[in-house]
């Protein structure tokens, strides 16, 4: 039971995790063989109790709500019409969808409190959507997770498409951590390419501490077509956890750890908007979760939620944030790495934008453009 001023957070889960045979969990970390639906409400303790930021973990069952999070109530979703009243119950006056992937080393009760304070702090009022892919919540499944990601892509295709599909839907955010943007660009990638372009209703994409290869990201992005959502990217060169899974890489940078300050102008023509946290204190020892356990970050994503500039207006926050594509491009590019965004040259300006752009086919010395 909730406490009488406790906060709610209705959601509907959307999953490729294999149900539990544990009567206290509802999914695993393995592998389902269909998508399954839920409704969930979680209660969070009232503000007094907590801080923007934190997620009370439960110490014992049931939880306290006067200071804990807890699962107020699951409800099987068995139908597209049970769907649409869920939706239709849940929507604001805009017809707002967000649409959150985890990231890796999640379990199905890290995702819906993770995703249940993220949309409490944020202060949005859009319907939250979770997709839950199967992880199996260990530092050392790495790889398990990874092939997981890929295992549930189309399913999030699916769900992309049957949320810009509906007449009741207006306008879809799509919100990823970490392991989990790969799985959301690829998914993106996927509906550009079966529906000959992303659907215009996707209004924004926010990729958090980004775990991607940043050659594969710029050709995901290039596939994606010209009509793109606007992109926001957290990064943090302080990220350990994104430093880690570079060395398991081959060395490669993820896009989530580099510095993409030096080509913020740049971007900005691209549709692509930075926000660094390199000096953002966290919660996180290895600095990989500011996106959801910081205030300012938070409320940053909460105002972009609603429409409005990244900026906020906060001088000195939009000083970090910017729209770069350091590493994006290729070594014409990567030269001008060291200089300002201020002054950029407009060469380095005009190869992001060709490198940026879909190939034309043609042969130039011997090679064609990737």
Same mark, same amino acid.
């Given at each position: 039971?909730?406490?009488?001023?406790?906060?709610?957070?209705?959601?509907?889960?959307?999953?490729?995790?294999?149900?539990?045979?544990?009567?206290?969990?509802?999914?695993?970390?393995?592998?389902?063989?269909?998508?399954?639906?839920?409704?969930?409400?979680?209660?969070?303790?009232? !503000?007094?109790?907590?801080?923007?930021?934190?997620?009370?973990?439960?110490?014992?069952?049931?939880?306290?709500?006067?200071?804990?999070?807890?699962?107020?109530?699951?409800?099987?979703?068995?139908?597209?019409?049970?769907?649409?009243?869920?939706?239709?119950?849940?929507? /604001?006056?805009?017809?707002?969808?967000?649409?959150?992937?985890?990231?890796?080393?999640?379990?199905?009760? !890290?995702?819906?409190?993770?995703?249940?304070?993220?949309?409490? !702090?944020?202060?949005?009022?859009?319907?939250?959507?979770?997709?839950?892919?199967?992880?199996?919540?260990?530092?050392? !499944?790495?790889?398990?997770?990874?092939?997981?990601?890929?295992?549930?892509?189309?399913?999030?295709?699916?769900?992309?498409?049957?949320?810009?599909?509906?007449?009741?839907?207006?306008?879809?955010?799509?919100?990823?951590?970490?392991?989990?943007?790969?799985?959301?660009?690829?998914?993106?990638?996927?509906?550009?390419?079966?529906?000959?372009?992303?659907?215009?209703?996707?209004?924004?994409?926010?990729?958090?501490?980004?775990?991607?290869?940043?050659?594969?990201?710029?050709?995901?992005?290039?596939?994606?077509?010209?009509?793109?959502?606007?992109?926001?990217?957290?990064?943090?060169?302080?990220?350990?956890?994104?430093?880690?899974?570079?060395?398991?890489?081959?060395?490669?940078?993820?896009?989530?750890?580099?510095?993409?300050?030096?080509?913020?102008?740049?971007?900005?023509?691209?549709?692509?908007?930075?926000?660094?946290?390199?000096?953002?204190?966290?919660?996180?020892?290895?600095?990989?979760?500011?996106?959801?356990?910081?205030?300012?970050?938070?409320?940053?994503?909460?105002?972009?939620?609603?429409?409005?500039?990244?900026?906020?207006?906060?001088?000195?926050?939009?000083?970090?944030?910017?729209?770069?594509?350091? /590493?994006?491009?290729?070594?014409?590019?990567?030269?001008?790495?060291?200089?300002?965004?201020?002054?950029?040259?407009?060469?380095?300006?005009?190869?992001?934008?060709?490198?940026?752009?879909?190939?034309?086919?043609?042969?130039?010395?011997?090679?064609?453009?990737?």
């Amino acid at each position: 039971m909730a406490a009488t001023d406790a906060n709610r957070v209705d959601m509907l889960v959307a999953t490729t995790r294999k149900p539990s045979d544990d009567p206290g969990r509802l999914y695993s970390g393995e592998r389902g063989t269909a998508i399954s639906l839920n409704s969930v409400t979680v209660s969070i303790p009232p !503000d007094r109790n907590r801080k923007i930021g934190e997620v009370q973990w439960p110490s014992r069952v049931p939880p306290n709500p006067e200071k804990e999070f807890a699962v107020l109530d699951v409800g099987k979703v068995a139908s597209e019409g049970q769907a649409l009243k869920w939706f239709r119950k849940n929507r /604001n006056a805009k017809r707002q969808v967000l649409i959150f992937v985890h990231g890796f080393n999640n379990t199905y009760a !890290d995702a819906v409190f993770r995703f249940a304070q993220i949309v409490h !702090d944020s202060g949005t009022d859009a319907a939250p959507i979770l997709f839950a892919w199967p992880s199996r919540a260990r530092v050392f !499944d790495y790889l398990y997770d990874k092939e997981s990601a890929n295992y549930s892509r189309r399913a999030l295709e699916d769900l992309i498409l049957q949320a810009t599909r509906s007449p009741d839907v207006d306008d879809v955010t799509i919100l990823a951590h970490s392991m989990g943007t790969w799985l959301a660009a690829e998914a993106l990638r996927g509906v550009a390419m079966r529906e000959k372009a992303i659907p215009a209703k996707i209004k924004n994409v926010v990729l958090a501490s980004p775990d991607i290869d940043i050659d594969v990201f710029r050709r995901q992005f290039l596939e994606m077509g010209a009509k793109r959502p606007h992109f926001a990217i957290v990064t943090s060169t302080r990220d350990k956890a994104l430093g880690a899974s570079r060395w398991l890489s081959g060395g490669v940078e993820r896009i989530g750890g580099a510095d993409l300050r030096p080509y913020a102008a740049a971007l900005e023509e691209l549709g692509v908007s930075v926000i660094d946290t390199s000096a953002i204190a966290s919660n996180d020892p290895l600095g990989h979760n500011a996106f959801a356990d910081s205030p300012e970050i938070v409320r940053l994503l909460g105002r972009r939620l609603a429409g409005q500039s990244l900026s906020g207006g906060d001088a000195t926050f939009a000083d970090r944030a910017g729209v770069a594509a350091a /590493n994006f491009a290729g070594s014409a590019a990567r030269v001008a790495v060291a200089g300002p965004a201020s002054v950029i040259s407009g060469e380095a300006r005009e190869v992001l934008k060709r490198e940026l752009s879909p190939s034309t086919g043609e042969i130039v010395d011997g090679q064609i453009s990737y």
